[in-house]
């Protein structure tokens, strides 16, 4: 495993992508293939996190993150707490705060956190004083679901520079778009939003390298990779949809669809899926779905990412 080269100062967290350059970006992503090597092996385990404790601190529930990253931590051969919030004295009431506290007294030296509120992981990095990794944070950012998105598509075409990336679907609850729509740019490639008017945000439009369109045909049109976003109805209110039908009628990722987008273009999902309603089940099992891709992919990424923050950075 290489350690990241000067590129200038090193981000101490992953929270976002906005003190991240294109080069330390770029680094994530060189690193993650040789943690694809890592995982590959008959013994799929490196000691680079040796004595290392990483605290898997989830404040909301999940399952493919939360196991990804504790996976990817065990690789490394770290020490791995596990913290549920359902499970602990957070359902009796206890603030965020203290909480970190307490954790802090078990030593810990990096903490990846999934919190129901956006910010969450910032106040995390800010009272800590450890490496920070953001799992998800509302709706704001999930940095390195956008990074294995990214390093999918990268698979495929070698490089994102002049790509098209089409992203459909429920935008507006969505913390996988936005960053994306953060991340993809910076790495060369061209964003495209698309969703129901009520699903879809004006203001990231005035993000660089993003365009925001209702019309799905205009948003795959020439796309590289074409994204369905799940339907988060759990986080709707009334008044977003006329109905489930009309929403499938209309933005469902399926094989007609993707007759608009450049040839042989690649479809991905964060999961988990609403099959055949954000997209049709041919779509997502077709020899074009990158998706069970991105869910190995995952696991490189975040080995990669804990590497950079805990390795790289001494």
Known sequence: MNAPTSMGARPPHLLDFQDWTPERLG??????DTMLQVLDRPVKKVPALQGLTV???FFENSTRTRTSFELAARRMSADVLTFAAGASSVSKGESLRDTLEVLTSYKVDAYIVRHHAAGAAHLVARYSGKPVINAGDGRRAHPTQALLDAYTIRQEYGSLEGKKVAILGDVRHSRVARSNAELLPKLGAQVVLCGPATLLPPGLAHMPGVTLTTDPKEAVRGAHAVMALRLQRERMGGGFLGSLQEYANTYQVNDTLLKDAESGAIVLHPGPMNRDLEISSDA?????????????????????????????RN
């Open 27 to 32: 680094a994530i992503l060189d690193n993650a």
């Open 284 to 312: 997502a099992d077709g020899p074009q779905s990158r998706i069970l891709k991105q869910v190995e992919n995952g696991q490189a990424i975040r080995m990669s990412v804990l590497y950079h923050l805990l390795v790289g």
């Open 55 to 57: 605290c898997n601190a």
